[in-house]
């Protein structure tokens, strides 16, 4: 099992930043990849970003391309979402979530059931 633990939520105004965590604890040895997610109320759960555990590999969303940045600190099983230019639209509760089988490519990353493990998400809230 993994458990994901995500932080660094909070209220901004638009124009402004928020670095988010997720820490992994458990088997952590069996995580081939984390992802970023974002849900706002009466919307689809929507992929921002993605990092595969070893590697440089990256993946980002459409709307967040430019502005969030995702690292990621093995020695600390933290993967860490940069986010800049905040903009209202940016509003919903961020998860992260770990994918333990090996895969590839964009696609792949980008669904929701790719990912075995699921954090219990942080509200991000930016204002106009």
């Known amino acids: 099992q993994v458990q994901l633990v995500e932080s660094g939520g909070g209220l901004v105004q638009a124009g402004g930043s928020l670095r988010l965590s997720c820490e992994a604890s458990?088997?952590?040895?069996?995580?081939?990849?984390v992802g970023w997610f974002r849900q706002a109320p009466g919307k689809e759960r929507e992929f921002v970003a993605a990092?595969?555990?070893?590697?440089?590999?990256?993946y980002y969303g459409d709307s967040v391309k430019g502005r969030f940045t995702i690292s990621r600190d093995n020695a600390r099983n933290t993967v860490y979402l940069q986010m800049n230019s905040l903009k209202p639209e940016d509003t919903a509760v961020y998860y992260c979530?770990?994918?333990?089988?090996?895969?590839?490519?964009?696609?792949?990353?980008?669904?929701?059931?790719?990912?075995?493990?699921w954090g219990q998400g942080t509200q991000v809230t930016v204002s106009s």
């Open positions: 458990g088997r952590t040895f069996s995580i081939y990849a």
């Open positions: 979530a770990a994918d333990r089988s090996p895969g590839y490519g964009s696609n792949y990353y980008q669904t929701p059931r790719t990912y075995d493990y």
């Open positions: 990092i595969r555990w070893s590697g440089s590999t990256t």
